[in-house]
């Protein structure tokens, strides 16, 4: 058993309809809020400075297919965890109650890469706490 908290997942519904969209379509590839400002501004063929966002070009009509696109994942965590710690628990509301097994603490943090035509947007995916 590892201990620690579970992770800190990230979720996003968008659902878009209308004569630009794809009908019954639902989206694999990462995404995220950023990129409805861009996908709609096409959409409604208006000028946009440059945004952080990606257009949402596999959920419009005529657009790529999702196999165009490819996703990495990178997990970044500390070389060494930091240990000797005093984990306190929440049931005590002056800090009294201590799990006396657990010293160790380290996280991880999950982000996604999708790259289309040679342009990468990164998305976060989740974090997590590790406690031992």
């Known amino acids: 058993m590892h201990g620690g908290f579970g992770p800190l997942d990230v979720h996003n519904t968008l659902i878009a309809y209308g004569p630009d969209f794809r009908e019954h379509f639902k989206d694999t590839l990462p995404t995220g809020n950023v990129d409805i400002a861009p996908t709609v501004a096409r959409i409604l063929q208006l000028?946009?400075?440059?945004?952080?966002?990606?257009?949402?070009l596999?959920?419009?009509?005529g657009?790529?297919?999702e196999s165009r696109?490819?996703?990495s994942l990178q997990v970044i965590q500390p070389k060494k965890a930091a240990t000797g710690l005093t984990m306190k628990l929440p049931t005590n509301p002056d800090g009294k109650d201590i799990d006396a097994g657990k010293?160790?603490?380290?996280?991880?943090?999950r982000t996604k890469f999708l790259t289309y035509e040679g342009t990468t947007y990164s998305y976060f995916d989740f974090a997590k706490a590790v406690r031992r």
């Open 47 to 56: 000028p946009l400075p440059p945004a952080d966002g990606r257009l949402l």
């Open 58 to 61: 596999e959920a419009l009509k």
């Open 63 to 65: 657009g790529p297919s």
């Open 69 to 71: 696109y490819n996703v």
């Open 103 to 109: 010293s160790t603490y380290t996280f991880q943090l």
